[in-house]
């Protein structure tokens, strides 16, 4: 697995006009947390995270604040607003060698189906997996190839299996599937539809 440092600078709990102070200065506020240590909280420049948020694949961040030692850690958490889709928030969370974390992967698909060269679609209903495992166990990303799926079939969890990782999803989840692209029209059902109204039985009214 890849690694990346990240170098931000330590920030006071504040209030909510200088948060807003920081992020028109380009800065993201977040939090480091870790088992058995004090949060920290920092701000780091939007422009250092570009290649730890906007990618296909997990990394250990080498967390460094304010000229300490660096500490291991993966981002756990990030939001976007909802209006500009700008980073506002990200959430560290530090990693110890031999102790299990769990973990979102981001899965990628390689191959074209058989089923949509027969004409039909792909739909992918998973783009991550949450896992447990160990730091060093970390996957960039699970490659998943789905050129023998035919029209009308599916990869769920339960078809995966990983050395050293436990898959958290359920095992009935699907990743993706090929389905048909036919829609069915009104005249599909007018088609199907009785052709003479089913009679009602003698003596009982028509509310029954």
Do not use: W
């Not at 102790?99 to 089923?115: A, C, D, H, R």
């Not at 730091?135 to 009308?152: A, M, R, T, V, W």
């Amino acid at each position: 697995m890849s690694e990346i440092n990240l170098t931000v600078q330590k920030r006071k709990i504040s209030t909510k006009g200088a948060v807003n102070k920081l992020r028109r200065e380009k800065y993201v506020p977040g939090v480091f947390y870790s088992k058995g240590q004090d949060s920290v909280n920092f701000a780091v420049h939007e422009n250092a995270l570009r290649n730890l948020v906007y990618t296909k694949e997990t990394h250990i961040v080498n967390f460094l604040v304010d000229g300490n030692e660096p500490a291991k850690a993966i981002l756990k958490d990030i939001q976007f607003d909802p209006v500009t889709d700008k980073i506002v928030h990200i959430d560290l969370l530090g990693v110890t060698v031999g102790q299990e974390l769990q973990i979102q992967v981001p899965v990628s698909f390689v191959g074209s189906p058989i089923g949509v060269k027969e004409g039909g679609v792909l739909q992918q209903y998973l783009h991550k997996l949450e896992v447990a495992c160990l730091p060093k166990d970390i996957p960039e990303h699970f490659e998943i190839n789905i050129s023998k799926l035919k029209l009308g079939e599916s990869i769920h969890v339960s078809d995966l299996n990983y050395e050293n990782i436990r898959i958290l999803n359920a095992s009935d989840v699907p990743l993706v599937a090929v389905t048909t692209s036919r829609v069915e029209t009104t005249e599909d059902v007018l088609e199907v539809a009785p052709a003479e109204p089913e009679l009602i039985s003698k003596g009982k009214s028509e509310e029954e």
